[in-house]
């Protein structure tokens, strides 16, 4: 991870392994969320393709040698169907939208590039997906799916959401992961408990 990019360079999570924050059922999760990375079962081989170009775009990691793997936790919670528990009127059920919603970029960018979204250089793929999160579309393929509504509550919210429950992007920020069985005491703004990462200043990097 480069110094410039987070406020905490030489902080890694994963030295709490063997600390009082962490207990045994901690260190199980933590250690599925690392080794046990699930194999495609729901979507389509170009329906992943499709998504790893998308989300390579939404969070980039371009510094990372192993970049944190997003695609796999989408398709295994489209594969268990583990929605939230409700969805918004103007939406299909979850597995219906990603799949319609998927087939519909891939539909624009055909009908916009004859290409597949892929194949797009990162600027025409930006502008095809801010086009889309403005529901400024063309292709049919997008039926009654609100393309706003698809980037938004479920293109972004799950990209962002896998990205940040990986220990890497945990160190990135400087969250000690999950709270059990130590906890947190200090939550007041701009408080610390002393376990907690220390922000580095950019002249002490």
Same mark, same amino acid.
């Given at each position: 991870?480069?110094?410039?990019?987070?406020? @905490?360079?030489?902080?890694?999570?994963?030295?709490?392994?063997?600390?009082?924050?962490?207990?045994?059922?901690?260190?199980?999760?933590?250690?599925?969320?690392?080794?046990?990375?699930?194999?495609?079962?729901?979507?389509?081989?170009?329906?992943?393709?499709?998504?790893?170009?998308?989300?390579?775009?939404?969070?980039?990691?371009?510094?990372?040698?192993?970049?944190?793997? !997003?695609?796999?936790? !989408?398709?295994?919670?489209?594969?268990?169907?583990?929605?939230?528990?409700?969805?918004?009127?103007?939406?299909?059920?979850?597995?219906?939208?990603?799949?319609?919603?998927?087939?519909?970029?891939?539909?624009?960018?055909?009908?916009?590039?004859?290409?597949?979204?892929?194949?797009?250089?990162?600027?025409?793929?930006?502008?095809?997906?801010?086009?889309?999160?403005?529901?400024?579309?063309?292709?049919?393929?997008?039926?009654?799916?609100?393309?706003? /509504?698809?980037?938004?509550?479920?293109?972004?919210?799950?990209?962002? /959401?896998? @990205?940040?429950?990986?220990?890497?992007?945990?160190?990135? !920020?400087?969250?000690?992961?999950?709270?059990?069985?130590?906890?947190?005491?200090?939550? /007041?703004? =701009?408080?610390? =408990?002393?376990?907690?990462?220390?922000?580095?200043?950019?002249?002490?990097?």
């Amino acid at each position: 991870m480069s110094d410039f990019l987070t406020p @905490y360079p030489r902080y890694d999570v994963l030295e709490k392994w063997d600390s009082p924050s962490w207990n045994d059922q901690t260190r199980e999760a933590v250690r599925q969320r690392l080794d046990e990375v699930p194999p495609r079962r729901f979507l389509s081989e170009e329906q992943w393709s499709l998504l790893e170009a998308v989300v390579a775009r939404l969070v980039p990691q371009p510094e990372r040698a192993e970049p944190v793997p !997003i695609v796999p936790w !989408i398709d295994d919670m489209l594969q268990q169907n583990h929605n939230p528990g409700y969805r918004y009127a103007d939406m299909p059920p979850m597995r219906e939208a990603w799949r319609q919603g998927l087939d519909a970029i891939a539909a624009e960018a055909r009908e916009r590039h004859a290409k597949a979204f892929e194949e797009l250089p990162a600027q025409e793929q930006d502008a095809l997906l801010t086009d889309v999160q403005h529901n400024r579309v063309e292709s049919r393929a997008w039926g009654d799916l609100p393309p706003g /509504g698809f980037f938004v509550h479920h293109l972004l919210k799950q990209t962002v /959401g896998v @990205y940040y429950s990986h220990p890497d992007a945990w160190s990135e !920020i400087g969250f000690g992961g999950p709270a059990s069985p130590r906890g947190y005491a200090r939550l /007041g703004f =701009d408080e610390r =408990d002393p376990w907690e990462a220390k922000e580095i200043e950019p002249r002490d990097a």
